[in-house]
């Protein structure tokens, strides 16, 4: 079964860094562009970046460029999210998602984990 | 950055009504649109890619159609597990953005 589980969500206060995971499985990992989009409570998605499969070339969203660093470990199949200097704006569930080999859609999500920015 | 508006943003309808569901983007994006499912809870599921092509396993009451910077996506004869939110995503070049979402409720 493909598979995506993110962790390392929590309380973190203003100003702070968290490192998010994202563990994959069923699948060739190695192989495919994975992003991050995350969700504040009860707003929409929003894409916060991207990395190809062998970590050459990671793409941001513009506003989200200097607070987030996305890196993988293929050996480990594992995603990466560091967040620093988190604001309250940050507070949201925090999707891993696997885009096609062949296209720039996501076809799987896996269910989030949930960082909340508070002191 | 290409922006994605989505109308409406809620709509309340009722088992076996057809709804549609409009997505606009703010240049030309040609067939590279995705429409996702959010139920209550859950992580987004996707529906339709490139504007009109069905993922694997969505039922055929699901349709997407539209191209440049007009898409719809239509349910037929809603079904109780359809409601919940959903989202188109341009997938023409990053920045990926998405819609503001559509709330579908039932009446």
Redesign the interface.
Known sequence: EVKLLESGGGLVQPGGSLKLSCAASGFDFSRYWM?WVRQAPGK????IG?INPDSSTI????SLKDKFIISRDNAKNTLYLQMSKVRSEDTALY?CARR?VV?????V????TTVTVSS | DIQMTQSPASLSASVGETVTITCRASENIYSYLAWYQQKQGKSPQLLVYNAKTLAEGVPSRFSGSGSGTQFSLKINSLQPEDFGSYYCQHHYGTPYTFGGGTKLEIK
Not at chain 1, 103 to 107: A, E, Q, V
């Open positions: 992003s929409g998605l929003e894409w991207e793409n941001y969203t513009p999707y096609t296209d720039w859609y996501f076809d999500w896996g269910a989030g």
